[in-house]
């Protein structure tokens, strides 16, 4: 009678709330140019690190801040082609990959909801 | 006493898994790309199937997928007439070559410079990924849509295998076609390996290796359903084949000889692939799942854990039973 092979587990499935590529992986620290390495930077001085470190803190806040300010305001969003539209702003997704609007004026009507690729977008501006 | 094989199961797909391929071995081990109707390709760890992540871009169907030699870049196929580049570590989407038509096959040279993309349109194109804004070189000669095309002979020469019945084997430089191969029905599945210049071609129910230089048939083998993908092991003493009646069988290479077949996906098998250590080997089915299989069944490896008849390991994680 023949016994099934036993396994430590099953393989990990894809998490629900990311697209994964984990950037605390050690082949992501290895290989990624764009990525600080936090543990011990090669040739690096520490205090330009952590200046540096400090700079990407303080334009991520920024950054998260804008969005929650943006919620139910009227953005005007420049993208590729020359397009310009105008959009009641609701929220970006985990990875900001794509934005949620109401009420987006295109050249051939208002669409009531839509989501708008962000890598479509170039820049975008509202008043506070 | 003997093992039952005991297929590990990677799910996450929501539609059929039409392709796969493994990269090379790399530092941080080897990979696995996935290309599914979901339009959603996903990058996995090839030992243990773990996800790693999803490309996310595509607004169609993927149909073909492939990896560099390094894990390092990505290259999909689709429905959405693009075939995109990815950098695979940090799963952003890289560059997007538009087409006319469907995209079904991509492949990168061995250097990962170049990029060949074939599909509907029956053109393959060879894209140059380090001068983006020159027009691909277009070879045209098929007449039929594209269904696979790869580099070979040390990227000197291109095999093309098209809905037209045949398989054309063409120059790089000269981009004329140089050998065609003509079949009584569509192939199936190409695949090629370099080290011996064998070309795995699957119609039917037969599967076929030929010699990817001279187009010389090498030996033939018949399975007992309808064949979707089949797949050489590096030291080609095993192939692997699976196809519409959902399992997979692995044959013996020197005498054809069907040694076993495995039950488990509850849907057609559309590709298989060994890794390239030859240690596993991984299908894709209409079910949307991959499954990883053992080729020596029983050995320790990945998440396959041997069995002793004295339990000397303590590790009580370890569990027997089907996924």
């Keep these: 009678m023949a016994t099934p092979v036993p396994v430590l587990r099953l393989p990990k499935g894809p998490d629900p709330n990311s697209r994964g590529f984990d950037p605390n992986s050690p082949r992501y620290i290895a290989l990624c140019r764009t990525t600080v390495a936090t543990t011990e930077a090669a040739g690096g001085d520490e205090e330009e690190l952590q200046q540096e470190q400090h700079a990407r803190s303080v334009l991520r806040e920024r950054f998260l801040r804008c969005l929650l300010a943006m919620n139910n305001k009227k953005v005007r969003f420049n993208m590729h082609e020359n397009v310009t539209v105008e959009a009641t702003f609701g929220s970006s997704d985990i990875d900001v990959l794509n934005f949620q609007v109401s009420d987006l004026h295109t050249p051939i009507g208002v669409q009531k909801e839509a989501l708008i690729r962000s890598q479509d977008v170039i820049s975008f501006t509202f008043d506070a | ?323």
């Excluded at chain 2, 109707?37 to 073909?64: E, Y």
């Excluded at chain 2, 995109?84 to 990168?108: P, Q, R, T, Y």
């Design chain 2, 1 to 323: 006493m003997a093992m039952r094989q005991t297929p590990l199961t990677c799910s996450g797909h929501t539609r059929p898994v039409v392709d796969l391929a493994f990269s090379g071995i790399t530092p941080f081990g080897y990979f696995l790309i996935s290309a599914c109707k979901d339009g959603k390709p996903m990058l996995r760890q090839g030992d243990t199937g773990d996800w790693i992540g999803t490309f996310l871009g595509h607004k169609g169907a993927v149909w073909g997928a492939t990896l560099n030699m390094d894990a390092t870049k990505a290259a999909t196929a689709a429905a959405d007439f693009t075939a995109k580049v990815w950098d695979s570590v940090s799963g952003d989407e890289v560059l997007s070559l538009a087409h006319k038509h469907i995209v079904k096959s991509v492949n990168f040279t061995q250097d990962s410079n170049h990029l060949l993309t074939a599909g509907n349109d029956k053109l393959l194109r060879i894209f140059d990924l380090s001068n983006t804004d020159a027009a691909p070189q277009e070879i045209a000669g098929h007449g039929a849509a594209i269904k696979k095309a790869l580099w070979c002979n040390d990227d000197k020469q291109i095999l093309s295998a098209a809905d037209d019945k045949t398989i054309r084997l063409w120059d790089r430089t000269s981009m004329e076609e140089v050998k065609t191969l003509t079949f009584n029905t569509s192939v199936s599945s190409m695949e090629y390996m370099a080290d011996g210049e064998i070309l795995v071609i699957t119609y039917g129910k037969t599967i076929a290796f030929y010699n990817a230089l001279s187009l010389e048939l090498i030996k033939t083998a018949e399975a007992p359903a309808p064949i979707n993908s089949a797949s050489l092991h590096p030291e080609k003493d095993f192939f692997v084949a699976g196809g519409e009646d959902f399992k997979l069988y692995k044959f013996d290479y020197g005498t054809q000889e069907e040694l076993e077949s495995y039950k488990g996906h509850f849907g057609p098998v559309h590709c298989v692939r060994f890794s390239p250590d030859g240690e596993l080997y991984a299908s894709g089915s209409e079910d949307g799942t991959l499954r990883l299989w053992q080729t020596a069944v029983g050995k320790t490896y990945g998440l396959w854990k041997c069995v002793l008849p004295v339990c000397l390991d303590n590790s009580s994680e370890s569990q027997c039973g089907e996924p």
